[in-house]
Each structure stands twice: as structure tokens, then as C-alpha cells.
């Protein structure tokens, strides 16, 4: 078994992943929502783009 962010074999301390690292890597993917799937719902898209516009310069700084 190879991990799946890097390639390289898998330790068993950190399986599915080679290392801490990598485990820490697809974490971070998880929070930062690249594991997403998109909606094609229309109501999803006016609650995103009513949210995008009630979001003040300064909100975006924090």
C-alpha cells in the first residue's frame, strides 16, 4: 500500500499515510475544504453568494 499525498510506502503508525506529515497534509486539505463536492442545488448557490456579499472587507482581514 502507497500513500495517497506522496506515494511512498506506507508506515503503520500512520496508515493510510507514510508519515505524520502527510497524515498532518490531508488534515489540513480536510479544513481548508478541498475535499468538497459541489452543489449544483440553486438555493445553495444564492445562500453562498448572500453570505459572499454580507462579508465586510475587515471580516475577510480576520
Do not use: H
Not at 16 to 39: E, H
Not at 43 to 60: C, F, G, M, N
Amino acid at each position: 500500500m502507497s500513500c495517497p499525498l506522496c506515494k511512498a510506502p506506507t508506515d503503520k503508525a500512520y496508515r493510510p499515510f507514510c508519515s505524520r506529515a502527510c497524515a498532518d497534509r490531508d488534515l489540513l486539505n480536510w479544513i481548508d475544504g478541498r475535499y468538497s463536492v459541489p452543489s449544483t442545488d440553486p438555493e445553495d448557490i444564492e445562500k453562498a453568494l448572500e453570505e459572499s456579499q454580507s462579508v465586510t472587507p475587515r471580516d475577510r482581514l480576520n
